[in-house]
């Protein structure tokens, strides 16, 4: 029962985490608002390869040897920072670019699954957010002595929360409804979002 409620406890702090606005939120509602669902589930499939790396990383303990090691921590932060200021820089560089006729309009961006599917690891490897709950409040709320099933039921709850708030992203912004009303106000959404990841970049390279 003490086991069952610290699970409980574990899901309960991570969706938090989850659903706190964040990089993964503005890249996957972007995307699939764009019509790129295809393309938003590979990402999601990166994401969830990044929750998993980072509690299995947590598990073997290496969270307390970033603990011990600030600078590795702020690699990780300064690397995430660098990736969001260039990703809000490309969706800024979108929604600032002239408007092409409807006879020269190019075609829908669309990227391979490879590279959606590193977008996604790349930035859930590097979301702040999700480094800071692993390395520290994960280490607090985990029980000391759990015996080897608590840990593989830790990865199988990470993971399918991951992948069942991601994809659920996914599909609200992807519904016709949401999609007709977003091309009409595209060139605002990307501004808005691409400012947002650069401000979330900058926040987090000023950070300490």
């Not at 199988?156 to 016709?176: D, E, K, Q, Y």
């Not at 977003?182 to 401000?199: F, K, Q, S, T, W």
Request: hydrophobic share 55%; with cysteine; charged share 10%.
């Amino acid at each position: 029962m003490a086991y069952l409620s610290s699970l409980l406890l574990i899901a309960g702090i991570y969706l938090a985490v989850l659903a706190s606005p964040g990089p993964n939120f503005f890249i996957l509602s972007q995307m699939a608002l764009e019509g790129r669902r295809q393309e938003a589930r590979q990402v999601v499939l990166g994401l969830v390869t990044g929750s998993v790396f980072w509690v299995t990383v947590a598990l073997a303990g290496l969270s307390t040897l970033l603990g011990q090691h600030p600078w590795l921590t702020t690699a990780v932060r300064l690397l995430g920072a660098a990736y969001l200021v260039w990703y809000g820089a490309q969706l800024l560089r979108a929604a600032l670019a002239p408007r092409p006729a409807a006879a020269d309009a190019p075609a829908a961006r669309h990227a391979t699954p490879w590279a959606a599917y590193r977008t996604g690891l790349l930035t859930g490897m590097t979301n702040p957010k999700g480094a800071a709950f692993w390395t520290s409040a994960f280490a607090a709320i985990f029980p000391v002595g759990a015996p080897a099933w608590f840990y593989a039921a830790t990865i199988v709850l990470v993971t399918l929360l991951s992948l069942g708030w991601h994809w659920g992203i996914t599909a609200v912004f992807g519904t016709p409804a949401l999609r007709s009303g977003y091309l009409r106000v595209e060139r605002g959404v990307n501004g808005l979002a691409g400012m947002a990841l650069v401000a979330l970049g900058i926040q987090r390279c000023l950070a300490r």
